[in-house]
């Protein structure tokens, strides 16, 4: 017996709405059409100039000029000189994993951990956290990329 009530109600809610007797559901709330589509040509864009700059300050880590910037800079660290020249495996390694698509998240995960590290130890090591504004702009730049491409 309920279920008949049930049934007529429905009948007669749908008889007296001439919205739901055509078949149309109402919208309660704006419908998004999902992400956007990727711009392939400033994809590519983002990608060549980040894996330009990091790939050129990767292969500045090999330099083996004995009084060379680096080499003092890492010699300040207190870590030894093959630090250095790991920081420069990884920023390449970086630089190449964003060339190739399906490899992006990673290269950036590894460039974006390079220079928070970077700017922890200009902080915390060297004592200069001015100098560390430009691995943090380095960083948010490569956040930013990653928030604008994770959902598209």
Do not use: C
Not at 26 to 33: C, V
Not at 39 to 62: Q, T, V, Y
Not at 74 to 91: A, D, K, N, P, S
């Amino acid at each position: 017996m309920d279920i008949l009530r049930r049934e007529s109600l429905k009948v007669s809610l749908i008889a007296w709405n001439p919205i739901f007797a055509a078949g149309v559901q109402p919208l309660m709330f704006e419908q998004s059409a999902g992400p956007e589509p990727r711009n392939p040509i400033a994809d590519w864009a983002m990608r060549g100039g980040f894996a330009l700059l990091f790939f050129s300050a990767g292969w500045e880590k090999f330099d083996s000029t004995p009084g060379g910037t680096w080499a003092q800079l890492f010699q300040q660290i207190g870590l030894g000189q093959w630090f250095r020249y790991f920081t420069g495996v990884v920023e390449i390694l970086g630089a190449a994993l964003l060339l190739i698509p399906w490899t992006v998240p990673a290269g950036l995960f590894l460039l974006a951990s390079t220079m928070l590290s970077a700017a922890l130890l200009w902080i915390f090591r060297l004592g200069h956290p001015g100098n560390a504004i430009f691995s943090g702009a380095f960083l948010a730049g490569l956040a930013a990329y990653w928030w604008n491409r994770r959902n598209r």
